[in-house]
C-alpha cells in the first residue's frame, strides 16, 4: 500500500482523509497531522461495524494541556453515484486526551472509496496557570502569531539582504546588512571620538544614507539619554549621500 493511503489533507481547522480500500477485519491508522498546536490521528477499524476515532497523539503537551474540541465529524461515500454522507450529531467542548475518549460507530455499511472529513470548530486548553479554558484561536493567540511573523520576516530580510541600505561593520570586519528604521539616526552634530585620548576601540561601525540638507528637528523631538548625549528622534528625510558611524567600546 502506498504512502499517501495513510496521508492526512489539511487546510486551516479541516482534516480530510481519502480511504480506497477497506475490507473486512482491517485496522488502519492515518499518519500525524496537525491542527492547532497538537498532532491528531485519525484511525478506522471494519469488524461487524465500522468504527472511527480521533485523538491528539500522546506527548508533554497533551498530558499537560490536552485539547478541548469541538468539531464535525463525516463519512462520505465517494464510490456511489450520489455522494452518500454520513454525519456525526457533533462533538462540542470534549476533551480528548486518549484513543477512547472520541469513538463513532458506524452501522452504515461503506463500500469502495469512501472520505472521512473533520472540521474543528474551536479547540481550547487550559491555561498552565489554571482558570478557565481558552480557544487557542482567540485574539491573544492571533496577535501572538502575527508578532511571531513579523520577527519572521525581520529576521528573514537581514539574512537575505532584502532592502538592505546600510551596513553594519563588526570588529572583527564583518559586515551584515539592514534596513534603515531597524536603527536610530546617529546626531547631526557630534565631536568625533578620539582613541587615543579615551583608550577605547571601535565596536562597530556602519554606513547609511543622510540629507546635509535636512532641516533641524523641532526641539521636542529631542531627548536626553542618560550617558549625557543628546539625539534626534528618528525623523525620515530624503537621503542622498552616504554617512558613516563608529561606535566605540566602553
Not at 37 to 55: G, H, S
Not at 107 to 122: P, Y
Not at 136 to 145: D, P
Not at 196 to 220: K, L
Request: glycine residues 4%; proline residues 9%; charged residues 15%.
Amino acid at each position: 500500500m502506498s504512502e499517501s493511503a495513510y496521508r492526512v489533507e489539511t487546510a486551516p481547522r479541516l482534516a480530510q482523509w481519502r480511504i480506497d480500500t477497506l475490507s473486512s477485519c482491517t485496522y488502519r491508522k492515518s499518519d500525524p497531522f496537525k491542527i492547532g498546536i497538537w498532532n491528531w490521528f485519525l484511525t478506522v477499524e471494519r469488524n461487524k461495524q465500522l468504527f472511527v476515532k480521533l485523538y491528539p497523539e500522546v506527548s508533554a503537551l497533551t498530558r499537560e494541556q490536552p485539547p478541548i474540541a469541538s468539531f464535525v465529524i463525516k463519512l462520505i461515500s465517494s464510490s456511489s453515484p450520489n455522494r452518500k454522507t454520513l454525519v456525526h450529531p457533533g462533538v462540542s467542548d470534549k476533551q480528548i486526551k486518549t484513543n477512547e475518549d472520541f469513538v463513532w460507530a458506524v452501522d452504515t455499511v461503506f463500500t469502495g472509496k469512501f472520505i472521512i472529513d473533520v472540521e474543528f470548530l474551536d479547540l481550547k486548553s487550559v491555561p498552565l496557570s489554571g482558570g478557565e479554558p481558552v480557544s487557542i484561536w482567540s485574539a491573544c493567540q492571533t496577535e501572538r502569531h502575527s508578532l511571531s511573523t513579523a520577527i519572521t520576516s525581520l529576521s528573514r530580510m537581514l539574512s537575505d539582504s532584502i532592502l538592505t541600505d546600510i551596513t553594519i561593520t563588526g570588529a572583527d570586519g564583518a559586515g551584515i546588512g539592514a534596513p534603515a528604521p531597524c536603527w536610530p539616526p546617529a546626531p547631526r552634530s557630534s565631536a568625533p571620538c578620539s582613541p587615543t585620548t579615551s583608550g577605547r576601540s571601535p565596536s562597530r561601525q556602519w554606513t547609511s544614507r543622510t540629507c546635509p540638507s535636512a532641516p533641524a528637528a523641532p526641539s521636542s523631538a529631542t531627548s536626553t539619554a542618560t550617558s549625557g548625549a543628546t539625539s534626534s528622534s528618528p525623523t525620515a528625510w530624503p537621503c542622498s549621500a552616504p554617512r558613516t558611524s563608529t561606535m566605540w567600546a566602553t
